[in-house]
Nanobody, 125 residues
Framework: VQLQASGGGLVQAGGSLRLSCAAS????????AGWFRRAPGKEREFVAG????????VYADSVKDRFSISRDNAKNEVYLQMTNLKPADTAVYYC???????????????????WGQGTQVTVSS
């Protein structure tokens, strides 16, 4: 599985962005997908994860009620809709995949086998 993230950019606080992650390779619908981020000087942290069919989602407390993860398995894509963005959300965002057939949605980077290249999100105050 190869992943490519896109959709980052510069936005003012309170604004919105939608990140996309395009997957290539067969069987992506059997993989759990997640979004992580790394802010300058900080460790990579979990943002959101989604199960195979999209029916299960998990969010970090810091983004709950502001971010929404979804997927379209017909298009092999995963999305992260980000609203009410804050300067603290500034980071490089990475999509990741784990599987196939992972039962739980991991929240640690080491549990994911496949990573995209990252897309920069900058939120100005």
């Amino acid at each position: 599985v190869q992943l490519q993230a896109s959709g980052g950019g510069l936005v003012q606080a309170g604004g919105s962005l939608r990140l996309s992650c395009a997957a290539s390779g067969r069987g992506f619908s059997d993989y759990v997908a997640g979004w992580f981020r790394r802010a300058p000087g900080k460790e990579r942290e979990f943002v959101a994860g989604i199960g195979w069919s999209g029916g299960r989602t998990v969010y970090a407390d810091s983004v709950k009620d502001r971010f929404s993860i979804s997927r379209d398995n017909a298009k092999n894509e995963v999305y992260l809709q980000m609203t009410n963005l804050k300067p603290a959300d500034t980071a490089v965002y990475y999509c990741a995949a784990d599987g196939p057939y992972t039962i739980r949605i991991p929240t640690t980077p080491g549990a994911y086998d496949y990573w995209g290249q990252g897309t920069q999100v900058t939120v100005s105050s």
